[in-house]
């Protein structure tokens, strides 16, 4: 169910019969046909373990089950919308940047310190994210919000990525992330609190930043 993008700000899904699609409570702006929307309390397809995990970490993103027959646009907040289409893999994300994404996609939690020890929680604590991610795994397509843009970075062996933490959108592949600390030259002026810290990206794959350091 491939999300057509109408600008940069709105995206339109093709919902038909017998395919479930989810999307952030208040997401809709419209749609044509018949076309229900009902909240999830399950949150997805991650079962009574992802709730209970997103309880935990505080991220309750509510969701919506989209179903019927017709085509709806989404869009939340002005803000800027990527759509990433998987191809088996999976996406990371945080709960709150999602918009909407195929039903056929299984969604489940992850605790980022799982992927970077200590440092992972650390992340989530300096970062104001919280310590589970958001996984997205299989076939389909999802739609993410961020601030002024994303741009795509590929991530390859030998050649690591370093990303603002405040500029993490997403990322998806055999990618492994810790956070660094260094010393840049908003440091020296007084305005050091995120280039103190890097999240630095290695394996295989693609991280997602946005063109800002501000939160949703």
Known sequence: MPFREINSKMVEATVVPGQKMFSQRGAMLAYRGEVSFTPNIQGGQGGVMSMIGRRVANEATPLMTVEGSGTVMFGHGGHHIQ??????????????????????????????????????????????????????KGHGSVAVMAHGGVIELPVAPGRAVHVDPQAYVAHHGD???????????????????????????????AVYVQASEEKL
């Open 175 to 205: 990618v492994r992330n810790k956070l660094s600390t260094a010393l840049g030259w908003r440091d020296m002026v007084g305005r050091g609190s995120g280039e103190a810290f890097q999240l630095e990206l290695s394996g295989s794959g």
């Open 83 to 136: 759509v990433i289409d998987l191809a088996g893999d999976t996406l990371y994300v945080e709960a709150d940047r999602l918009l909407a994404f195929d039903g056929t996609l299984q969604q489940g939690t992850m605790f980022m310190g799982s992927q970077g020890g200590v440092m992972g929680m650390v992340r989530g604590q300096v970062t104001g994210q919280g310590l589970f991610t958001t996984t997205l």
